[in-house]
């Protein structure tokens, strides 16, 4: 047995009949956070949906903890599985707090114990001062902490994040930027992060991919993605 929390074998992923992804390699060790590059459109949210086995048609092998992840993306999630999708869903006319509480009870599992009230504020604090508005009261930025925080709640071994920073307040982005470099040392997470904050992917994650169109086109450190200018320009949508 190894310490791989998440393989992708040649994995191809289709919406009907328009293919989006291309024989996808990739290999998540337990502690670990690996970052997703890449422009619109390049596949980062389709991987992610492809391992929840999620809107998308896939082949090729996709393991969790060391067995297929198949069947519905709410049995895969029971094994372990965060996933904090880029629309963030919070129920509107529901507290920040009762929020929380739905996720906690909806992730409860026999092994793992959720993760605390108290746990979660010492993570993210930016949620002390929210935790009884509602959700239709929250900012975009307070969406994605509350979004974060839920997925917490559940004590994921794995976590799928999907452009955490995209459209938020730089206060914000640094608050969420601590919390999930923090959060495999402190709950043992193991992070599979889709974004194009390239600040953020520095601190937060110890290596890159980049994907083009479906295609894995460059994969390495993040000290060795950050010397390497020509992937950066080549690939990404900054100069
Ligand atoms: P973004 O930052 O825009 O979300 P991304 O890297 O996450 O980009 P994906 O959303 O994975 O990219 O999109 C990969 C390809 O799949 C694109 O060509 C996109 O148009 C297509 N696609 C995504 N979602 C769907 C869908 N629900 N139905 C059909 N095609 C889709």
Not at 83 to 108: C, K
Not at 130 to 150: K, M, T
């Amino acid at each position: 047995m190894n310490d791989s929390v998440l393989t992708l074998q040649r994995v191809d992923a289709s919406y009907g009949p328009a293919q989006a992804l291309f024989g996808i390699d990739l290999d998540l060790a337990q502690g670990e956070t690996i970052a997703l590059l890449g422009r619109n459109g390049a596949g980062k949210t389709t991987t992610l949906r492809a391992v929840m086995n999620l809107m998308v048609r896939r082949t090729g092998r996709i393991d969790v903890f060391g067995s297929p992840a198949k069947g519905p993306a709410d049995a895969i999630a029971r094994r372990g599985v965060g996933w904090v999708p880029d629309d963030r869903r919070i129920f509107p006319t529901l507290t920040v707090r009762e929020n929380l509480r739905l996720a906690q009870r909806a992730g409860r599992s026999k092994d793992r114990a959720p993760v605390s009230f108290d746990e979660v504020l010492e993570i993210l604090p930016i949620m002390k001062r929210l935790i009884d508005r509602r959700g239709s009261a929250l900012s975009g930025g307070e969406q994605q902490a509350v979004a974060i925080a839920r997925a917490i709640m559940a004590r994921p071994r794995l976590l799928l994040l999907d452009e955490p920073t995209e459209g938020l307040a730089p206060v914000i982005v640094d608050e969420l930027e601590q919390a999930v470099a923090d959060l495999p040392g402190r709950f043992g997470m193991s992070i599979l992060l889709a974004e194009q904050n390239l600040r953020f992917v520095q601190r937060t994650a110890r290596r890159v991919i980049v994907l083009e169109t479906g295609r894995l086109v460059y994969s390495g450190t993040v000290e060795e993605f950050a010397a390497n200018d020509d992937v950066r320009e080549r690939y990404l949508a900054i100069g």
